[in-house]
């Protein structure tokens, strides 16, 4: 399959999933954390789509590996944010939890996919 555009690519369209999913997840967290964790877990849903689009949207190599690695970095926040809320008790079941790192562990091998090709390609 070719990649035209953004919406065609993989690591996008599966970080897009998790954004959404970290919004309706958080959505019934505790008015307590509405500026702290629950923001913070949807900002940096949110960076790993973004940066993985504004690293797409680069024209040179360099520019897009470091959005695709900041793109990283959110998703690794996004995982710790998880393992935080289950540990307060904001997300009740562990299937709930590891239904979202499953997610994250598949957002990162794409995104792990692209650096990899980018790196490749820097090689030739």
């Known amino acids: 399959m070719s990649i035209n555009k953004l919406e065609d690519l993989e690591a996008w369209q599966e970080a897009r999933k998790l954004c959404k999913g970290i919004y309706i997840l958080t959505e019934n967290y505790?008015?307590?954390?509405?500026y702290n964790l629950r923001k913070h877990m949807r900002e940096s849903a949110r960076g790993t789509a973004s940066n993985i689009g504004e690293g797409f949207g680069r024209y040179f190599f360099k520019e897009k590996l470091k959005f695709y690695g900041i793109a990283r970095g959110c998703l690794y926040e996004v995982k710790s944010d998880l393992y935080i809320s289950f540990d307060a008790g904001y997300i009740k079941k562990e299937e709930i939890l590891q239904k979202f790192i499953n997610q994250v562990d598949k957002v990162e091998a794409k995104i792990n996919g692209?650096?990899?090709?980018?790196?490749?390609?820097?090689?030739?």
């Open 30 to 34: 505790p008015k307590s954390e509405e």
């Open 114 to 124: 692209l650096i990899n090709s980018i790196n490749k390609q820097m090689r030739k």
